[in-house]
């Protein structure tokens, strides 16, 4: 299984950015799809999650409001709209896949078995 963002980059504040992550090796239908943060010097955290089956989606409070997720069954490919971007949302983004079949949605990091290697998104004037 390989998980593979894309679409990070440098970006004033107040603009925008969409996420890419390629997803390959298997399908993850009924299960959740999830895309967190990590910023310097601080822990992983959880942005968004999504059900791959029913769309059914979970954000961070930080970030409802300004951030989507949204999945392509077709190219089995998982995104990240990001709007109103702050300097507070620089960070590497990476997206993860859990292989329990349910109908939570995970907030967690142990929570997930697949990770992509990460995209950076800077923020700034």
């Known amino acids: 299984v390989h998980l593979v963002e894309s679409g990070g980059g440098l970006v004033p504040p107040g603009g925008s950015l969409r996420l890419s992550c390629a997803i390959s090796g298997r399908t993850f239908k009924g299960r959740t799809m999830g895309w967190f943060r990590q910023a310097p010097g601080r822990e992983r955290e959880f942005v968004s999650a999504?059900?791959?089956?029913?769309?059914?989606?979970r954000y961070a409070d930080s970030v409802k409001g300004r951030f989507t997720v949204s999945r392509d069954n077709t190219k089995n490919t998982l995104f990240l709209e990001m709007n109103s971007l702050q300097p507070e949302d620089t960070a590497v983004y990476y997206c993860a896949a859990a292989v329990d079949f349910t109908s939570r949605l995970f907030t967690t990091a142990d929570e997930y078995d697949y990770w992509g290697q990460g995209t950076q998104v800077t923020v700034s004037s």
């Open positions: 999504v059900n791959w089956s029913t769309g059914r989606d």
